[in-house]
């Protein structure tokens, strides 16, 4: 009784909840048929995709339409009240035929465009481009492999958006700080992977959806025709900050992304510079609180008390007064069978070397040890 309620609690709730976002999206200049449909995206991948849709939602109206015709038409015009009484016949070798081979030339009908779009949704073949994709809790690393570029893209909404102490904004959870930027009318190869659990990269507008697991590299791609700013998310529920791991994509002219590699493969260069630089404590205290914030306050909370046992604290910890090989071991390797991740890809030596400063010297710790980028290098290269 209350299961069937409950259900149809849902169908007459379910088109109210989906009203706003059909009124967000007639807002901003979209139709109807963007509310109730997909989209045609901006690929031919997605276009194919999107036509195979359409072919196979006709087929089945055109199916339900002759089929519930005959249906009514039948307990209408032949009704018992009429005078009409039931055939008995059974085993009609014409009927058998026709419910075999009709069904059948309708499956190979949807098959061949089925087959094609299949066909080129796998054809990683010919890519100008070839970047890496690595998922992270809760977090997208780009490498543009052969380029010398790699980053994290990171959720940019501020905690008073998050927890309401301020108004939403536009692209509330769907703004990051740094945007994988590739360009237009070329097509790029995306090798998917993660780190920890399973995630998935879902931009619709480019028909591109794959898991990202541990271990194994799912290969898919997309040539965007239009340029401007792309949105998705992961589309696997891969833990607590699952909501805060927006894919955004940024489409630029391709002399636009020549001088955008060109200005991140010069910030690369200096990084590697940065590395034999021998920082004071005041600048390591202040770049490590920044990447503190940015990478681990999430779960260590921002006074480093943390929320045991998930998450131990770092203040007044034996990792982050004890040993600095050992707290090095733990930021850059992580911690196996624990939610402690590994860092160490993750992070550059300069901002490595800052946040460890930072967690021996913050919140009381004190310890007075200064953690050089160059020491983190050649832990690194130790191993």
């Given at each position: 009784?209350?299961?069937?309620?409950?259900?149809?609690?849902?169908?007459?709730?379910?088109?109210?909840?989906?009203?706003?976002?059909?009124?967000?999206?007639?807002?901003?200049?979209?139709?109807?048929?963007?509310?109730?449909?997909?989209?045609?995206?901006?690929?031919?991948?997605?276009?194919?995709?999107?036509?195979?849709?359409?072919?196979?939602?006709?087929?089945?109206?055109?199916?339900?339409?002759?089929?519930?015709?005959?249906?009514?038409?039948?307990?209408?015009?032949?009704?018992?009240?009429?005078?009409?009484?039931?055939?008995?016949?059974?085993?009609?070798?014409?009927?058998?035929?026709?419910?075999?081979?009709?069904?059948?030339?309708?499956?190979?009908?949807?098959?061949?465009?089925?087959?094609?779009?299949?066909?080129?949704?796998?054809?990683?073949?010919?890519?100008?481009?070839?970047?890496?994709?690595?998922?992270?809790?809760?977090?997208?690393?780009?490498?543009?492999?052969?380029?010398?570029?790699?980053?994290?893209?990171?959720?940019?909404?501020?905690?008073?958006?998050?927890?309401?102490?301020?108004?939403?904004?536009?692209?509330?959870?769907?703004?990051?700080?740094?945007?994988?930027?590739?360009?237009?009318?070329?097509?790029?190869?995306?090798?998917?992977?993660?780190k920890d659990v399973i995630?998935?990269?879902?931009?619709?507008?480019?028909?591109?959806?794959?898991?990202?697991?541990?271990?194994?590299?799912?290969?898919?791609?997309?040539?965007?025709e239009k340029t401007g700013?792309?949105?998705?998310?992961?589309?696997?529920?891969?833990?607590?900050?699952?909501?805060?791991?927006?894919?955004?994509?940024?489409?630029?002219?391709?002399?636009?992304?020549?001088?955008?590699?060109?200005?991140?493969?010069?910030?690369?260069?200096?990084?590697?510079?940065?590395?034999?630089?021998?920082?004071?404590?005041?600048?390591?205290?202040?770049?490590?609180?920044?990447?503190?914030?940015?990478?681990?306050?999430?779960?260590?909370?921002?006074?480093?008390?943390?929320?045991?046992?998930?998450?131990?604290?770092?203040?007044?910890?034996?990792?982050?007064?004890?040993?600095?090989?050992?707290?090095?071991?733990?930021?850059?390797?992580?911690?196996?069978?624990?939610?402690?991740?590994?860092?160490?890809?993750?992070?550059?030596?300069?901002?490595?070397?800052?946040?460890?400063?930072?967690?021996?010297?913050?919140?009381?710790?004190?310890?007075?040890?200064?953690?050089?980028?160059?020491?983190?290098?050649?832990?690194?290269?130790?191993?």
């Amino acid at each position: 009784m209350f299961a069937k309620i409950e259900r149809l609690f849902v169908r007459l709730l379910a088109p109210l909840l989906l009203l706003p976002l059909a009124a967000s999206t007639l807002a901003d200049g979209g139709t109807w048929r963007e509310v109730i449909n997909m989209t045609p995206g901006v690929t031919e991948v997605s276009r194919q995709i999107y036509d195979l849709h359409m072919i196979i939602f006709w087929i089945c109206v055109v199916i339900g339409v002759v089929v519930f015709a005959i249906m009514f038409y039948s307990m209408i015009v032949h009704r018992k009240s009429k005078g009409y009484k039931a055939a008995n016949f059974h085993e009609s070798t014409v009927v058998e035929i026709a419910w075999t081979v009709i069904p059948a030339l309708i499956l190979i009908v949807m098959a061949v465009p089925a087959t094609k779009a299949l066909i080129n949704l796998y054809d990683t073949s010919d890519a100008e481009i070839d970047i890496k994709v690595t998922g992270y809790q809760w977090k997208w690393q780009y490498e543009y492999l052969g380029e010398d570029v790699q980053f994290m893209s990171e959720l940019s909404t501020p905690d008073a958006e998050i927890y309401n102490l301020e108004t939403k904004g536009a692209n509330y959870l769907a703004d990051v700080n740094e945007p994988l930027v590739i360009p237009v009318d070329t097509k790029v190869r995306f090798l998917i992977t993660a780190k920890d659990v399973i995630h998935s990269w879902w931009m619709t507008d480019f028909g591109v959806k794959k898991d990202a697991i541990p271990g194994f590299i799912n290969e898919t791609w997309a040539k965007v025709e239009k340029t401007g700013t792309y949105r998705g998310y992961c589309a696997e529920l891969c833990g607590q900050g699952h909501a805060f791991m927006p894919v955004v994509v940024k489409v630029v002219e391709k002399d636009e992304y020549a001088a955008w590699l060109g200005e991140k493969k010069a910030a690369a260069a200096a990084m590697r510079e940065l590395t034999e630089k021998e920082f004071t404590m005041d600048e390591l205290m202040a770049q490590g609180e920044e990447v503190y914030l940015r990478s681990c306050a999430a779960c260590h909370q921002a006074n480093g008390e943390g929320m045991p046992p998930a998450f131990p604290a770092i203040k007044g910890s034996a990792v982050a007064t004890g040993a600095v090989d050992h707290h090095l071991d733990v930021v850059v390797n992580g911690v196996a069978g624990s939610a402690m991740q590994a860092f160490g890809a993750q992070l550059s030596e300069v901002d490595l070397a800052a946040v460890l400063t930072y967690q021996r010297n913050a919140w009381g710790n004190n310890t007075g040890d200064v953690v050089q980028p160059i020491d983190v290098f050649n832990f690194k290269q130790g191993q």
